[in-house]
């Protein structure tokens, strides 16, 4: 699960991080995959929600990080 998609993305562990095990890790996306992933900004916010709704389910993030986590996906240019 992820807290800022915008960052963050449910990837497998490529070795990159030593720490990876412990701490967690990411590898940004470049703008090709982005716009892959995301055609639209539409398409990127009902992403985010659905990943902030699971997050919250299994209480991975709280209510204030998810609320704050979609407004920074609503003013994003991701998908843009």
Do not use: W
């Not at 995959?33 to 991975?60: C, I, K, M, W």
């Not at 407004?71 to 240019?77: G, H, K, P």
């Amino acid at each position: 699960m992820i807290d800022n998609p915008e960052k963050y993305q449910e990837l497998p562990v490529t070795g990159t991080n030593g720490f990876c095990g412990l701490y967690g890790s990411h590898e940004p996306f470049d703008q090709a995959t982005l716009e892959r992933l995301y055609p639209d900004h539409a398409s990127y916010v009902a992403g985010v929600r659905a990943v902030v709704r699971q997050n919250l389910d299994v209480d991975f993030i709280l209510p204030f990080a998810a609320e704050r986590t979609i407004r920074e996906a609503e003013v994003s240019d991701i998908g843009s």
